[in-house]
C-alpha cells in the first residue's frame, strides 16, 4: 500500500511562489502516474497537474506557465514548483498515485493561502 506525505504549504503573498513536495512510501510509485490535485474552498477538486511514468506532463490551463511538476524517482517523491501564484490558487493541495485500473492512492492534503 502507498502512503502519501505533502509538505510546503502554506501562506504566500500574491506573486510569491511556493514549492510542494509530496512522498510515496510504496514500491509503485515509479510505474504509476502521478499528481496533484486542488480542492478551493467550496467548491469541487480539480486537475492541477499530472506526469506518467514516462515523463509526460499535463497540465490545468489555469496554471500553465506557472507551476511545473516534477518527479524523483529514486526519492519516491513527486514535487509541484509553483510561481507567479494567485489569489485563487488558494485550495487545499492533494498528491495522487495511480495505477490505472490497479492502484489508486490520495495524501491528506496540504493548505495552500495565497493572500492579496
Known amino acids: 500500500q502507498e502512503q502519501l506525505v505533502e509538505s510546503g504549504g502554506g501562506l504566500v503573498q500574491a506573486g510569491g511562489s511556493l514549492r510542494l513536495s509530496c512522498a510515496a512510501s510504496g514500491s509503485i510509485f515509479r510505474i504509476s502516474t502521478v499528481g496533484w490535485y486542488r480542492q478551493p474552498p467550496g467548491k469541487q477538486r480539480e486537475l492541477v497537474a499530472v506526469?506518467?511514468?514516462?515523463?509526460?506532463?499535463n497540465y490545468a490551463d489555469s496554471v500553465k506557465g506557472r507551476f511545473t511538476i516534477s518527479r524523483d524517482n529514486a526519492k519516491n517523491t513527486m514535487y509541484l514548483q509553483m510561481n507567479s501564484l494567485k489569489p485563487e490558487d488558494t485550495a487545499v493541495y492533494y498528491c495522487n498515485v495511480n495505477l490505472p485500473l490497479l492502484q489508486n492512492y490520495w495524501g491528506k492534503g496540504i493548505l495552500v493561502t495565497v493572500s492579496s
Open positions: 506526469i506518467t511514468s514516462g515523463g509526460s506532463t
